[in-house]
Structures are given as C-alpha cells and as structure tokens.
C-alpha cells in the first residue's frame, strides 16, 4: 500500500540526505528503542525472561529465527 505521494516521498529522502551519519544514526536507534517499548507493552505479564526476549526477536525477525536463537528447553 502506497498512501505517500511522490512529492512528500523527495521532501522526506532530500531530508535524510542532509542528515549526518551521526544524526541518521541517533534516529535510527530511536525508532527502534520506540518500536521496542511498543513490542514490549504488548507482552503478557509474568514471562520468564528467556521467554520475553525470545518473544521480542520473534516480533522483529521472524519465528524461525527466534526458534534457532531460543530453541524449545530440554
């Protein structure tokens, strides 16, 4: 779904563009300290934390990845 038009689409990459590495950088890792914090609100109450972490990386990367990085406890 595209709801962005072309012309908003330039202003926003001619803004990037003028960013610093440093200024991409800090914005980068704050939208995803934000997406964190929303993928963490979402958890149920009372998980192990192996289980509330495995569940994070399972949001950001997918279930086979956060299967082979948390497999099933013997």
């Keep these: 779904m595209r709801d962005t038009t072309p012309e908003f689409e330039r202003f926003v990459a001619a803004r990037y563009a003028r960013l610093t590495a440093d200024e991409r950088l800090r914005l980068c890792t704050e939208m995803f300290d934000a997406a964190r914090v929303?993928?963490?609100s979402?958890?149920?109450a009372g998980l192990s934390e192996r289980?509330?972490?495995r569940r994070i990386?399972?949001?950001f990367h997918g279930r086979e990845f956060a299967d082979r990085v948390f497999p099933p406890e013997p």
């Design 38 to 40: 929303l993928v963490e």
């Design 57 to 59: 990386t399972e949001r």
């Design 51 to 53: 289980e509330r972490r």
């Design 42 to 44: 979402g958890l149920p």
